[in-house]
């Protein structure tokens, strides 16, 4: 089902948002999923990524902006800071990731928004550490 | 609070957001959060709307797509249907919609997107019934 | 296991909570469980109404305010309303009852808060009617 | 990636498990999801039903069984009489089902699996109405 | 909207829930948010503490009570040992506080209040370390 | 209630379930509840285990298979490795057991079964560890 859609524009190769979201991480992420169940990665691989996200009107930013709000309301689990990431991977601004966090306080309530909050900083201060 | 904010930009008056989302249906919610809590109606006016939603570098449209996936996520209530007609008042596209909608998959499963687009679905539906 | 705690003290009989919750209403629920399952309708007389409720250091009134939270987190399942009016039967005011709605507010969102505010008008206004 | 996988073994073809589940519902509910979002209801067909439920080492009873558990973890959406209905399609005994909704009692607490024996109810009625 | 409440009164100034609840870790807590986003500081301190809980037909202990309910009700996040310590500073004694939580047996499972209880304990433990 | 149950069959003890999905942690997990809580043991202990579970048209390896699939439900919490380690202790084979927390991925979308599968990666490493 997936190639026909995808390779309909040889433009757009049907891994882009997967390449874009994990970026540098791309092959470590794709090793550990492997690593839980081999199904469950090409799951994740052939249907999340090389599927849904291709197939949308959405462009890449604005589905990682949802995906980050999605997974605050999850709890946010580990997912999130990869989906920080590919946020600002695929060109939105702290400043714009910080909107879509603070987006989940009156839908989901501080508790939730705050541990999003946390991953974030946990991701930042990471990246400056790296820098610095 | 808001107030210092949202006077900043005096041609972005404070409850632009509201405005935009409730659309025709603004006093109508307004008086239907009356009747049920007037600190409720009060909080979801004062500090839901024109404190969240204004202080945001996230435009109205992202927001919108932002809040159908959240309450996606809560099992879709009634706001739900607001805040898609929201989306599509601040200039989402039908498609793009159904994208938000879709992202709510891979991060949530299928009973709570099936819920979604039968939310959209029913308001379509109306859309059409309205026209004809 | 509920038996020895219940008889030390004879004069709060074991079915107490169960009798103040349900109030005019106590057959009506217990059958209308007995007719979903005969273990489950056991369980939730014997293990949740004659045992968890009955060995509180809490008052009872206390434990359905917070008994009316938790229902609304789960999204204001029909239950709410039996509890609603528990914590009325208990000695809570409508001012206290929508105390208790509002810290659903911070903690969990305006939708699961504003579905826990629509049972109580529901139920405020159903009374309006018997009386009127 | 289905393909490959369901075709290995001729004698059980790749959408067993949903002919099964929907039995004489089939129809109806792809037109309805149909109905919903044409990709949506490729999604639940081709990845749900003919990758995730084929590709397993549990027989059909036992993932309905589960499925059940879930969709009451969910707060029973209407796919729960879907799959209530499923889980008796693919061989469970009426005890069994409400031996998988009783489970969501220590797990899930009294309300969720209050709704998942409200299903149960509301399906076996109107079986009984039909053969009456 | 919370200036004209809070000044009404000048015995009950306006932030004394969260100089109850947070104690001796108000600062530190305070610091610790605005670490995390200069606007979701304010809006905790302005709106939730010294609006919604400010203007409450509720005592402030009942409303740690609920507030500890609804933190296990979101699976125990960190917030938890903030409102665990908050309902004991507002004066509910330590078995008052196990009433909370125990309500969260037959509201939302097993699983929810041993977290919660797994929390209490991690706060009385590090309390007796401190004191011996 | 429990008692006059659970004694009918004197070949069947009351605490079989118990003792074979805890296994040679029996001991130490009673241990820490007790710890926990004295009344919320009983509970676990009396309710869940010897009512709920004994009184049960399942089959113990069924049961554990979906109380690991409501326990992803719920993010994964601790008990989770308890009941993966109680379905291979109730006869479940390992692909089984990942039969069951792959129901999680349509149903409740692919966070909260990768946590599942983290934890079932953690338990068979362990057992690898000691075994090694």
Excluded: W
């Excluded at 920080?84 to 702290?94: D, I, P, V």
Aim: proline letters at 5%; hydrophobic letters at 40%; a negative charge.
């Amino acid at each position: 089902m997936t190639d026909t859609e995808g390779h309909m524009d040889p433009s757009r190769p049907q891994d882009r948002a997967r390449r874009v979201i994990f970026g540098s991480q791309h092959d470590r992420i794709l090793e550990r999923l492997q690593g839980l169940d081999p199904a469950l990665a090409a799951h994740i691989q052939d249907f999340a990524y090389d599927t849904v996200y291709e197939q949308s009107a959405l462009d890449l930013k604005t589905q990682e902006l949802i995906a980050c709000a999605l997974l605050v309301s999850l709890g946010s689990p580990p997912e999130l800071r990869t989906h920080l990431r590919g946020a600002l991977n695929a060109g939105a601004t702290e400043q714009e990731v910080r909107g879509a966090l603070m987006m989940c306080v009156p839908y989901l309530g501080f508790p939730r928004a705050v541990a999003g909050f946390e991953a974030l900083k946990s991701h930042l201060d990471a990246q400056e550490t790296k820098k610095g």
